[in-house]
C-alpha cells in the first residue's frame, strides 16, 4: 500500500513498516500506527483536505546555521593483507562534496583504526576539507557506533549547526542537496529525528546507519548521558530507537521519528540513489558509484559485512 491511493490528511506521517503510517490524529492514534484500512475505512475525522500542519513553526529561525555529517568507520581487516574502511570513506567524502557542496560540515569519527589507517585519514579529511576524530581506544562494532552519536552531537552543538546526519562509511546517497534539503524537512516537522525503522530482526529497532538528528533538539543531560562513551552489551539499533522513544521525542506518535523515506526498512532493499553494503549486487552499484565521483577502488575494497572481518568485535 503506497500513499498516493490513501485519503489525504493532516494527521498521517511516512510509512515505517509494511502497511503501517505514522498518525498523530488525537482521536485516532495508535502506539504502533495505523493501517492502510484505518485511514481509509474507519478515521472519524473530517480534515482531510486540511493543510499539514507543523508544531515546530516558528522554532525553525532558531536552530542554528548550517548542516553537519558525522560518518563512523574503522579500517576493518578483511583478509590479512586488505583493509577497506579507508576506501569507503574517500568515496563517502566525494558523494558528500559533490552532491551537497563546500557548505556542509564533515567529522570523520574513527574506532582507533592503525595508525597507518590514521594517517590515510587525515589525509583524506584534508583533501576533501573534513576533520577528523579518532578514540584512544577500540571500543568495537556496536559501542563504536554509539559513540559516533555523542561525538557528532558534541560537535553540532559547538559549531551552532541546524542538523548533524550520523552516517556509516559504506552507507551513501547519490542525490542532489539532500543534507540540506532533508534537513529542512524535518526541521518543519515536530519531530526531532528522521530515520527509517530496521524491520530485519522483529525487534524494535532503527537504521543507525543514517540517522539526521536537529541539533539543538536532541541536545539535553538524558540524551548525553544515554550516549556517554563506554561498552554496551547489546546492539546500538535498540539503543537508539529506546533513546528516541524514551527520552528525544517520547510524547510524538510511534515511531517517535520522521520516517526516512529515502531508506528502506529492509537492509538489502536499497536501491540508487541510496548505496548500502547489503544492497543486491553491492560490489558492482558501489564500483559505478565510485567512477561517477572520480574515486579508484582497488581490490582492498569490500562490501563484506563488518561483523564478518577478521579484527570484528563487538
Given at each position: 500500500m503506497t500513499a498516493d491511493v490513501l485519503p489525504k490528511c493532516r494527521h498521517r506521517g511516512g510509512q515505517f513498516a509494511l502497511d503501517r503510517w505514522v498518525c498523530s490524529s488525537p482521536r485516532l492514534?495508535?502506539?504502533k500506527g495505523v493501517t492502510s484500512a484505518a485511514?481509509?475505512?474507519?478515521?472519524?475525522?473530517?480534515?482531510?483536505?486540511?493543510?499539514?500542519?507543523?508544531?515546530?513553526?516558528?522554532?525553525?529561525?532558531?536552530?542554528?546555521?548550517?548542516?553537519?555529517?558525522?560518518?563512523?568507520?574503522?579500517?576493518?581487516?578483511?583478509?590479512?593483507?586488505?583493509?577497506?574502511?579507508?576506501?569507503?570513506?574517500?568515496?563517502?567524502?566525494?558523494?558528500?562534496?559533490h552532491r551537497?557542496?563546500?557548505?556542509i560540515k564533515i567529522l570523520v569519527c574513527d574506532d582507533a583504526s592503525p595508525e597507518a589507517s590514521r594517517r590515510q585519514y587525515r589525509r583524506l579529511c584534508e583533501k576533501y576539507d573534513a576533520e577528523f576524530t579518532s578514540n584512544r581506544r577500540r571500543m568495537g562494532h556496536t559501542s563504536g557506533d554509539m559513540?559516533?552519536?555523542?561525538?557528532?552531537?558534541?560537535?553540532?552543538?559547538?559549531?551552532?549547526?541546524?542538523?548533524?546526519?550520523?552516517?556509516?562509511?559504506?552507507?551513501?546517497?547519490?542525490?542532489?542537496?539532500?543534507?540540506?534539503?532533508?534537513?529542512?524537512?524535518?526541521?518543519?516537522?515536530?519531530?526531532a529525528t528522521l530515520g527509517q525503522m530496521l524491520t530485519n530482526f522483529g525487534l524494535e529497532q532503527i537504521r543507525t546507519e543514517c540517522v539526521m538528528m536537529v541539533v539543538r533538539r536532541w541536545?539535553?543531560?538524558?540524551?548525553?548521558?544515554?550516549?556517554?562513551?563506554?561498552?554496551?552489551?547489546?546492539?546500538?539499533?535498540?539503543?537508539?530507537f529506546r533513546a528516541i522513544a524514551e527520552v528525544v521525542d517520547?510524547?510524538?506518535?510511534?515511531?517517535?521519528?520522521?520516517?526516512?523515506?529515502?531508506?528502506?526498512?529492509?537492509?538489502?532493499?536499497?536501491?540508487?540513489?541510496?548505496?548500502?553494503?547489503?544492497?543486491?549486487?553491492?560490489?558492482?552499484?558501489f564500483r559505478r558509484l565510485a567512477e561517477r565521483h572520480g574515486v579508484e577502488l582497488s581490490a582492498k575494497f569490500s562490501t563484506v559485512d563488518s561483523c564478518a572481518t577478521m579484527d570484528y568485535r563487538r
Open positions: 492514534v495508535a502506539h485511514c481509509r475505512e474507519i478515521c472519524p475525522l473530517v480534515d482531510h483536505e486540511s493543510p499539514a500542519e507543523s508544531s515546530a513553526a516558528g522554532e525553525s529561525d532558531d536552530l542554528g546555521e548550517g548542516y553537519g555529517v558525522a560518518i563512523g568507520t574503522f579500517d576493518s581487516l578483511h583478509d590479512p593483507e586488505r583493509r577497506f574502511g579507508t576506501e569507503a570513506v574517500e568515496l563517502n567524502l566525494a558523494v558528500l562534496r551537497c557542496g563546500e557548505a559513540i559516533v552519536f555523542h561525538k557528532a552531537l558534541r560537535w553540532g552543538a559547538r559549531l551552532g549547526l541546524r542538523t548533524v546526519t550520523k552516517l556509516s562509511h559504506r552507507m551513501m546517497i547519490d542525490a542532489p542537496d539532500w543534507v540540506q534539503n532533508d534537513s529542512e524537512r524535518l526541521i518543519r516537522s515536530p519531530y541536545m539535553s543531560s538524558g540524551v548525553m548521558w544515554r550516549y556517554r562513551p563506554r561498552r554496551i552489551p547489546y546492539w546500538n539499533e535498540s539503543h537508539t517520547r510524547d510524538k506518535p510511534y515511531p517517535f521519528f520522521l520516517p526516512w523515506e529515502r531508506l528502506s526498512f529492509l537492509r538489502g532493499a536499497d536501491r540508487p540513489p541510496v548505496y548500502f553494503r547489503e544492497m543486491f549486487d553491492a560490489d558492482h552499484h
